[in-house]
């Protein structure tokens, strides 16, 4: 089976563009997170969605985040504009749904880095 | 709030054992997870425990858990060059049942030949 599919794997930008990262969650899965990774605050949790529905956006830093789940298959985080404090890795993680033992599959990341 | 805490380096000798622990400060977690994250990679599942055990055994893996002092370990037997990455500890479950994990910052474990 595919696990979490992110894209790019890589991106490079100038500040002041507009960033848009996507992710494909695993069929099935009912939950989507998406994390920033940096070497000063480690993993932070942006946002998390339940059925295509944001459920809590309270780590989104500011109002230049914006994360959209338009399908239960496509989410994407889009930084506009972007800065230099912005540069991190950033995962998409996806769950089933259910309170049991239902570990999150993380995607490989997507290494951005605002020049 | 529910905090994960772990040191943030380990160094051992191939072929050593290495300890990493954690410590959670949610008391109602019922599920407690170690995440291993390679160079370049996401974080991928290494193995879990419920609240219910104190020791699970996997190969040369060995989770400890201590509710009473809200203290989770993970022992890797046989230390490998392979095994260098960071290891995270993740809980949940906690307070009002949440479905969320919460991460500790990551131990990243350096093995030396």
């Known amino acids: 089976d595919a696990g979490v599919i992110q894209s790019p794997r890589h991106e490079v930008t100038e500040m002041g563009q507009e960033v848009t990262l996507r992710c494909k969650p695993i069929?099935?899965?009912?939950?989507l997170f998406w994390y920033r990774q940096t070497m000063m605050r480690g993993l932070e949790l942006l946002i998390y969605?339940?059925?295509?529905?944001?459920?809590?956006d309270s780590g989104m830093p500011e109002d230049r985040f914006s994360a959209k789940m338009p399908n239960a298959s496509f989410s994407t985080l889009k930084i506009q504009p972007s800065e230099p404090r912005d540069s991190a890795v950033y995962f998409c993680a996806s769950s089933p749904q259910g309170i049991g033992n239902q570990p999150q599959h993380f995607g490989d990341g997507t290494r951005l880095s605002i020049l | 709030g529910e905090d994960v805490e772990q040191s943030l380096f380990l160094s051992v000798r191939e072929g050593d054992s290495s300890v990493i622990n954690c410590t959670y400060t949610d008391s109602s977690s019922t599920y407690l997870y170690w995440y291993k994250q390679e160079p370049g990679a996401g974080l991928q599942l290494l193995t879990y425990i419920f609240s219910n055990m104190d020791m699970k055994q996997d190969q040369r893996l060995t989770v400890l858990l201590n509710k009473k002092d809200k203290h989770l370990s993970l022992r890797i037997a046989d230390t490998q060059t392979g095994d260098s990455a960071i290891y995270f500890c993740a809980q949940k479950g906690g307070s009002g049942g949440s479905y969320i994990p919460t991460f500790g910052r990551g131990t990243s474990l350096i093995v030396h030949p």
């Open positions: 969605f339940n059925n295509n529905v944001p459920i809590d």
């Open positions: 069929s099935g899965h009912d939950y």
